[in-house]
């Protein structure tokens, strides 16, 4: 089989923590399934007109505000659309709520306060506690995926982020497809999941981050496993 092409969707540097994370996540995956897989970077402003065909996977990472929100939103859309294994973190966590918002929801006007403070609806809005190289505490939903995958009921995560879901669209953008599974102690939305997919996780935090510790985290390692069956 040929090597599995994922799409890294982000502005890749070098002074971005997770960016560095992921790229040892995808070293530790590949050595774990003894097979290979090969990611590419994709920036975001390229997006905005790639033929995205070849890829058999998408992550969308951290490192928000992105050159082009409308890149990173054309990618999510097509993983989205296609069935395909996704995975979004922290940056990529909140904007494919706003794909998900806008193209399945029909919320058109579903925004981010980072890049457009004064918008009609800003489902993603500044948190109230900054969680900006942080650590804090997630609780799994019973029955969900993260829970199956992480073979845990909680645990301990890294982030580093200033922004996430606003509270106030808890409710109303959760339907039969997009479930929130992942909660902080007070409630607030940490992960989510769309459940009729082989693989598509958004998290606030950054499982990337394990690697730099030498660890290949649970979710990196599920979500590489699914992209590996999809592309066989």
């Known amino acids: 089989m040929k090597s599995a092409r994922i799409a890294l969707i982000g502005d890749r540097s070098e002074t971005v923590t997770a960016?560095?994370?992921?790229?040892?996540?995808m070293e530790l995956a590949a050595a774990s399934i003894g097979c290979g897989i090969e990611p590419l970077w994709l920036n975001t402003a390229d997006c905005e007109q790639a033929r995205f065909e070849g890829f058999h996977a998408f992550w969308c990472v951290p490192g928000s505000p992105y050159r082009s929100m409308d890149g990173a939103l054309r990618a999510i859309r097509y993983a989205r659309e296609n069935h395909l294994p996704f995975l979004g973190t922290c940056g990529g966590f909140q904007h494919a709520l706003i794909e998900y918002a806008r193209n399945v929801r029909g919320w058109g006007d579903a925004d981010h306060a980072e890049t457009n403070a004064h918008g009609s609806r800003l489902l993603i809005s500044r948190l109230t506690c900054s969680l900006a190289e942080g650590q804090g505490r997630v609780i799994f939903s019973e029955a969900?995926?993260?829970?199956?995958?992480?073979?845990?009921?909680?645990?301990?995560?890294?982030?580093?982020?200033?922004?996430?879901?606003?509270?106030k669209f808890t409710g109303s953008l959760q339907d039969q497809q997009l479930k929130f599974t992942a909660f902080d102690a007070n409630g607030e939305v940490r992960a989510f999941e769309l459940v009729d997919y082989a693989f598509y996780i958004g998290?606030?935090?950054?499982?990337?981050?394990?690697?730099?510790?030498?660890?290949?985290?649970?979710?990196?390692?599920?979500?590489?496993?699914?992209?590996?069956?999809g592309a066989a």
């Open 19 to 25: 960016h560095r994370g992921i790229q040892v996540s």
């Open 144 to 167: 969900s995926r993260i829970r199956k995958i992480y073979g845990a009921a909680a645990a301990t995560e890294r982030y580093n982020c200033n922004f996430g879901l606003d509270p």
């Open 203 to 229: 998290t606030l935090y950054q499982p990337e981050r394990a690697a730099l510790e030498g660890k290949l985290h649970p979710l990196v390692s599920a979500f590489v496993k699914a992209v590996v069956a």
